[in-house]
């Protein structure tokens, strides 16, 4: 009795076995073809032509952003550069300011000549005042505007100060005389007879002026710079005065 049970329980393992067996091989093969399937689904997919372009933007943004980040880099560095540059120039411009009597000596050892837009400085070397004439101005005086060009006859006769204020002083044979007086921009004040005469702007190397003309004098007021000059004439036509006001510099007396 015992001898058949043990082979119904044994009949119904191997039964159950091949069953499982089968079971699974369905399975994996099911699997295959789906796998088969998908595989076969993924080879015929492709991208659209806007998700490509989109990414292709995406990129060259990307691209630029790296291209204006090392343009940055690069303009900081020239700006720095500039920077350096920059204060080259102002410390150059300062050691001239603070050495401006020099300065100004060299400057006006050159003929300016106004051309409208700009402005000529042509190195003279001829000398415009004699022994003779170095020998009228004050012994304490280190150096003086001067005009280089003067009419026909006229000499220099003489030179004082006064309150700040320079006076040069020339005569012809005829007692006819041109005052030349420099004094500091803003200290002073000239007072200039409006009664029965022409009124008009003029221009003096580039710096603006005032003339006034009447039937025996003309008189030219103007600034340039720290310094304020008048030009008064009993014989001299304006453009005979503009002349010599354009070819005022500065020299040295000692």
Not at 28 to 37: A, D, H, M, S, V
Not at 131 to 158: I, M, T, V
Request: a negative charge; one cysteine or more; aromatic letters at 10%.
């Amino acid at each position: 009795m015992n001898d058949l049970k043990n082979e119904y329980d044994a009949a119904v393992r191997e039964r159950a076995d091949a069953f499982m067996k089968a079971a699974a091989i369905a399975m994996i093969r099911e699997n295959t073809l789906e796998y088969e399937k998908h595989k076969h689904g993924a080879e015929s997919i492709r991208l659209s032509v806007e998700f490509l372009e989109k990414k292709t933007a995406l990129i060259r943004k990307l691209e630029q952003s790296e291209q204006k980040k090392a343009l940055q880099k690069r303009f900081r560095s020239l700006a720095r550069a500039a920077a350096v540059i920059l204060l080259c120039l102002l410390t150059v411009c300062t050691v001239l300011t603070a050495t401006v009597d020099a300065f100004r000596y060299r400057v006006f050892e050159l003929l300016w000549i106004n051309h409208g837009e700009y402005l000529e400085l042509v190195p003279v070397e001829s000398e415009p005042v004699s022994p003779e004439e170095r020998a009228l101005f004050p012994a304490d005086w280190q150096g003086s505007f001067y005009p280089s060009k003067l009419p026909q006859g006229f000499a220099l006769n003489e030179v004082f100060e006064v309150s700040s204020i320079q006076y040069i002083t020339f005569h012809d044979s005829k007692k006819h005389f041109i005052n030349l007086s420099v004094s500091p921009a803003g200290k002073t004040k000239t007072g200039v007879n409006n009664e029965n005469v022409k009124i008009s702007e003029v221009e003096i190397n580039g710096a603006k002026g005032q003339a006034w003309e009447s039937e025996d004098t003309c008189l030219i007021i103007w600034m340039n710079y720290e310094h304020q000059f008048s030009l008064f004439s009993d014989v001299l036509t304006l453009s005979e005065m503009l002349e010599i006001a354009e070819s005022i510099k500065y020299m040295e007396i000692k």
